[in-house]
């Protein structure tokens, strides 16, 4: 349910991925699309009118786990002294999620919540019309019966992908 186009629309167990992604021009900065970022194991990059990869080592690059970022070092390695062009794209493998059977942070705690409040609303008669719901943080409302799973989910929104 957590893992539902109404939340995260993405498995959030710990797993690894492979992403493409453009690089902001000149800055040499990727956004990667899942969070929470773990680690990020390989970055390589090409540019656009080049299909061969680079493989960068970790001194090429620089992870930000806090705001899922990889820095590319474009003054140390690509060189605005024009020795080699800036690379327009980088493939990032990293691992994103949580390991719910062993995460004690407040950020898992609250999936963990979220997904326990969705399961026992689910086993109280289904209303007709609208019902009584608490949300994930706390706010009461009535909503229609249909939607609650909308309301109960949309603090998970943070784990969508970026596009």
């Keep these: 349910m957590c893992e539902s186009t109404y939340g995260a ?8 991925f492979t992403d493409i992604v453009d690089l902001f021009p000149a800055s040499g900065i990727a956004l990667i699309k899942r969070s929470p970022v773990i680690a990020v194991s390989a970055v390589s990059v090409r540019c656009k009118s080049d299909n061969a990869w680079q493989l ?7 992870v930000d ?3 899922n970022q990889v820095n590319i070092n474009y003054s140390d390695n690509w ?10 794209q980088a493939k990032i493998t990293y691992t994103s999620g949580f390991n719910f059977s062993t995460d004690t942070s407040q ?10 409040r969705i399961v026992s609303y689910m086993e109280q008669p289904i209303a007709i019309g609208k019902a ?4 994930a943080v706390g706010f009461q409302s009535y909503v ?6 909308g309301v109960f ?11």
């Design 9 to 16: 629309d993405r498995p959030l167990e710990l797993q690894s």
């Design 56 to 62: 960068l080592t970790t001194d090429d690059y620089s």
């Design 65 to 67: 786990t806090e705001i």
């Design 79 to 88: 060189g605005m002294l024009g020795r080699r062009r800036s690379p327009m």
């Design 107 to 116: 950020e898992a705690d609250n999936i963990r919540s979220i997904c326990g």
């Design 132 to 135: 009584n719901v608490t949300d």
């Design 144 to 149: 229609a019966s249909n939607s609650f799973l």
């Design 153 to 163: 989910l949309a603090p998970l929104g943070k784990y969508r992908p970026r596009g």
